[in-house]
């Protein structure tokens, strides 16, 4: 899991550097300048994401919210020179999860995602430096990892596993995005549309509120 993290922090931070070697690279080739003319972007994102797991099986409903991490980096295209709407996709890990009482017993669910969102976002501006960005679509994620804690009996297990939860998540993403010059912050909502257990008869879905901030370059 460190390993990981660690790489997805590295891979994060080498964005600014790609994104000015790409615009030189595009200079020298004696393209126009597409950077520019298309307005790509770059950005690094930090914040909390609360999450909830809603399920018909008791034994699986973690419907009260619980806080967990969000971090990861984005890339933005324009879609048009002309128009301010533009396509952005990144990598995130989030953890989600959730808590429950069964028989009078707490349970939490943490299940931590690598996630990647898929989003179209309309950028209005007030001024030079001022805008507000509103934005939706959709996520796919995958678990690499989290624990299911029985706290009456002080134990606790892999949630992806063939008792309690599946590792694809997939849903709807939607939300408002808020910049000031380079600086930016937003809150998003999530819906998670994939069915996470492995039930044929009883579904659970992942529900996630995110607050983030960050730098776009």
Same mark, same amino acid.
């Given at each position: 899991m460190? +390993?990981? &993290?660690?790489a997805i922090?590295?891979?994060?931070?080498?964005l !600014?550097?790609?994104?000015?070697y790409?615009?030189?690279?595009?200079?020298?080739?004696g393209y126009?300048?597409?950077?520019? *003319?298309? /307005? &790509? %972007?770059y950005? $690094?994102?930090l914040?909390?994401a609360?999450?909830?797991?809603?399920?018909?099986?008791?034994?699986?409903?973690?419907?009260?919210?619980?806080?967990?991490l /969000?971090?990861g980096?984005?890339?933005g295209i324009q $879609?048009? !020179?002309t128009?301010?709407v533009?396509? *952005?996709? =990144?990598?995130f890990?989030? *953890?989600?999860?959730? +808590?429950?009482?069964?028989d009078?017993?707490?349970f939490t669910?943490?299940?931590? %995602?690598?996630?990647? !969102?898929?989003?179209v +976002?309309?950028?209005? #501006?007030l001024?030079?430096?001022f805008?507000i960005?509103?934005?939706?679509?959709?996520?796919?994620?995958?678990?690499i990892?989290? +624990?299911?804690k029985? %706290?009456? #009996?002080?134990?606790?297990?892999?949630?992806?596993?063939?008792?309690?939860?599946?590792?694809?998540?997939?849903?709807l993403?939607?939300?408002?995005?808020? #910049?000031?010059?380079?600086?930016?912050?937003?809150?998003?909502? *999530?819906?998670? $549309?994939?069915?996470?257990?492995?039930?044929?008869?009883?579904?659970?879905r992942?529900?996630?509120?995110?607050?983030?901030c =960050?730098?776009?370059f």
């Amino acid at each position: 899991m460190k +390993k990981i &993290i660690i790489a997805i922090i590295a891979a994060v931070m080498a964005l !600014p550097a790609c994104a000015q070697y790409d615009s030189y690279r595009v200079q020298d080739n004696g393209y126009s300048n597409f950077m520019n *003319e298309y /307005n &790509i %972007y770059y950005g $690094l994102r930090l914040g909390l994401a609360v999450g909830s797991v809603h399920s018909d099986d008791p034994r699986l409903d973690g419907g009260s919210s619980q806080s967990g991490l /969000n971090f990861g980096g984005v890339v933005g295209i324009q $879609l048009s !020179p002309t128009t301010p709407v533009c396509l *952005e996709t =990144g990598l995130f890990y989030t *953890e989600k999860g959730g +808590k429950g009482v069964i028989d009078g017993v707490k349970f939490t669910f943490d299940l931590n %995602y690598l996630e990647i !969102p898929i989003l179209v +976002k309309y950028k209005y #501006e007030l001024d030079d430096n001022f805008s507000i960005q509103p934005f939706g679509g959709g996520y796919i994620a995958f678990g690499i990892g989290g +624990k299911v804690k029985n %706290y009456k #009996e002080r134990e606790s297990c892999s949630s992806f596993s063939s008792d309690y939860f599946k590792r694809f998540d997939g849903g709807l993403r939607i939300g408002c995005g808020l #910049e000031y010059s380079m600086i930016y912050a937003e809150a998003a909502y *999530e819906f998670g $549309l994939a069915n996470i257990c492995h039930s044929d008869f009883d579904s659970s879905r992942n529900g996630c509120l995110y607050i983030n901030c =960050g730098v776009n370059f």
